[in-house]
């Protein structure tokens, strides 16, 4: 059973940083690959970000490449999301994904397995 619970959200100011953990609860941490995903108000679930198993590689989406890093401690089960600059569409609700052998180039929501309970994020002034 892959637990994945997600920390470090809350409420801020436009400019303001704030840094998303996700805890992975699941053997062999490292063979999965590992994303952000966030759900604004009224909207649909997006990609945000995307990492290998090994935390070499990254992807972004356009919105917030420049502004977001996503990056991983296999040694900690853990994936971070360090967000700078935010904004207030930057507001959502954010959730960790996993997938076992996935790839670095998934970015739709069928392409994880496992997702967490995900995490409030608001900007606003």
């Known amino acids: 059973q892959v637990q994945l619970v997600e920390s470090g959200g809350g409420l801020v100011q436009p400019g303001d940083s704030l840094r998303l953990s996700c805890l992975a609860s699941?053997?062999?941490?490292?063979?999965?690959?590992m994303a952000w995903f966030r759900q604004p108000p009224g909207m649909e679930r997006e990609f945000v970000a995307t990492?290998?198993?090994?935390?070499?590689?990254?992807t972004y989406a356009d919105s917030v490449k420049g502004r977001f890093t996503i990056s991983r401690d296999n040694a900690k089960n853990t994936v971070y999301l360090q967000m700078n600059n935010l904004k207030p569409e930057d507001t959502a609700v954010y959730y960790c994904?996993?997938?076992?052998?996935?790839?670095?180039?998934?970015?739709?929501?069928?392409?994880?397995?496992?997702w967490g309970q995900g995490t409030q994020v608001t900007v606003s002034s």
């Open positions: 699941v053997r062999l941490f490292s063979n999965y690959a």
């Open positions: 990492i290998s198993k090994s935390g070499d590689s990254t």
């Open positions: 994904a996993a997938k076992y052998a996935g790839s670095l180039w998934m970015r739709t929501n069928n392409d994880y397995q496992h």
